[in-house]
T-cell receptor, first 112, second 115 residues
């Protein structure tokens, strides 16, 4: 119940295309769903986050879509650029608990 | 104004030796996390400190692992009698008190290699 399942494990997208990464969870107590971006040799950094009271959040080229009934959420990267090549982690947490649960990660490569 | 600082950045140790990894969180952040990232894998939760509350140690993989946080600031993760399977990047993160803002800021990690 504490798991967050992420897919795909790796993804190759042409420059200018749309990158889509999906995550699913079981614990309905989760109330915060962040996405982190990690470049090689660096720690993860927060990219965008959503709470379950909204179905979509957009920041620039990055959009989170949230489906509360299906317990799924996804990251969409529009007009993908080579600089977006990184590993992306979805995550979930809830206010009364301590840990942030991370998905297994998606290695995204944007081909020029 | 610095971010989360971890030291050393790299550590090579012999199997069976003890190691200490250090984390300096962002000033004013009361929450501190340790995660482990094996090569090409996700982030495995190890331990969480929040203010003066008892730490959540539920992620520590064995009794060889321990962590402390002194004065609500600096944290040390200790691995005793290291094994080759302990080789990984150990990441520390900090955040302000839980509530509306739960963004965790990560350090660059300590890459531990047990030979």
């Amino acid at each position: 119940q504490q798991q967050v399942k992420q897919s795909p494990q790796s993804l190759i997208v042409q420059k200018g295309g749309i990158s889509i990464i999906n995550c699913a969870y079981e614990n309905t107590a989760f109330d915060y769903f962040p996405w982190y971006q990690q470049f090689p040799g660096k720690g993860p950094a927060l990219l965008i986050a959503i709470r379950p009271d909204v179905s979509e959040k957009k920041e620039g080229r990055f959009t989170i879509s949230f489906n509360k009934s299906a317990k799924q959420f996804s990251l969409h990267i529009m007009d993908s650029q080579p600089g977006d090549s990184a590993t992306y982690f979805c995550a979930a947490s809830y206010s009364s608990a301590s840990k942030i649960i991370f998905g297994s990660g998606t290695r995204l490569s944007i081909r020029p | 104004g610095a971010g989360v600082s971890q030291s050393p950045s790299n550590k090579v140790t012999e199997k069976g030796k003890d190691v200490e990894l250090r984390c300096d969180p962002i000033s004013g952040h009361t929450a501190l996390y340790w995660y482990r990232q094996s090569l090409g894998q996700g982030l495995e939760f190890l331990i969480y400190f929040q203010g003066n509350s008892a730490p959540d140690k539920s992620g520590l993989p064995s009794d060889r692992f321990s962590a402390e946080r002194t004065g609500g600031s600096v944290s040390t993760l200790t691995i005793q009698r290291t094994q080759q399977e302990d080789s990984a990047v150990y990441l520390c993160a900090s955040s302000v008190d839980r509530g509306k803002n739960t963004e965790a800021f990560f350090g660059q990690g300590t890459r531990l290699t047990v030979v």
